[in-house]
């Protein structure tokens, strides 16, 4: 079955803990993509990346970072978390990005992060 | 920096009645434009995408238009089920170039609730 797998789905932490939210797609999907989520802001492009080795900023980097070494997966990286950061996030992938190939993007079921 | 709105912010209708949804996005330079449905504590899942070259695209009872040049974007659900009850968010990607390829901006998203 064609996913993208977001682990943990729930997290509770503190503030300054280094945490890792991992991301694998099974679709061998060149392009994946980090949002995070909150009321009354929608949805925000963290990072994106268009393969291996390749990775942008979206909308709201500042606090994270990524890293892109095999194609299948793109960990999120908060090196110092803050409560700012208390969100809901999720990772997508799809065939290309939708600039060339018009594909729609798969998204995973989210991962809830809560820095006290 | 482009800014995508969707009103209504929430719309409750009776089973059986026609609806639109509205998207409105101030940047015309776009590639396509999606919309997503979002089910409680679910990611999202793409419904229909439209080319930059479109007018509509159409997928059982949903029909989504595109007129790029006055920024706006309907999704028209023909007789509402209360099966289609979810959050429905509509999303622009740039015309491709720089470091706007790969980028993606979400509306806020409606709330839509079929009653029985």
């Known amino acids: 079955e064609a996913q993208v797998t977001q682990n943990p789905r729930y997290l509770i932490t503190v503030t300054g803990k280094k945490l890792t939210v991992t991301c694998s797609q099974n679709m061998n999907h060149e392009y994946m993509s980090w949002y995070r989520q909150d009321p009354g802001l929608g949805l925000r492009q963290i990072y994106y990346s268009m393969n291996v080795e390749v990775t942008d900023k979206g909308d709201v980097p500042e606090g994270y970072k990524v890293s892109r070494k095999e194609k299948r997966n793109f960990p999120l990286i908060l090196e110092s978390p803050s409560p700012n950061q208390t969100s809901l996030y999720f990772c997508?992938?799809?065939?290309?990005?939708?600039?060339?190939?018009?594909?729609?993007?798969?998204f995973g079921d989210g991962t809830r992060l809560s820095i006290l | 920096k482009q800014e995508v709105t969707q009103i209504p912010a929430a719309l409750s209708v009776p089973e059986g009645e026609n609806l639109v949804l509205n998207c409105s996005f101030t940047d015309s330079a776009i590639y396509n434009l999606q919309w997503f449905r979002q089910d409680p504590g679910k990611g999202l899942t793409s419904l229909l995408l439209?080319?930059?070259?479109?007018r509509e695209q159409t997928s059982g009872r949903l029909n989504a238009s595109l007129d790029k040049s006055s920024g706006r974007s309907t999704l028209y659900i023909a007789a509402s089920q209360p099966g289609d009850s979810a959050t429905y968010l509509c999303?622009?990607?740039?015309?491709?170039?720089?470091?706007?390829?790969?980028?993606?901006?979400f509306g806020q998203g409606t709330i839509l609730t079929v009653h029985p």
């Open positions: 999303a622009v990607t740039p015309r491709g170039g720089g470091t706007s390829y790969g980028k993606l901006t």
């Open positions: 439209i080319q930059s070259s479109q």
């Open positions: 997508a992938s799809s065939c290309f990005p939708l600039s060339i190939s018009n594909q729609p993007q798969h």
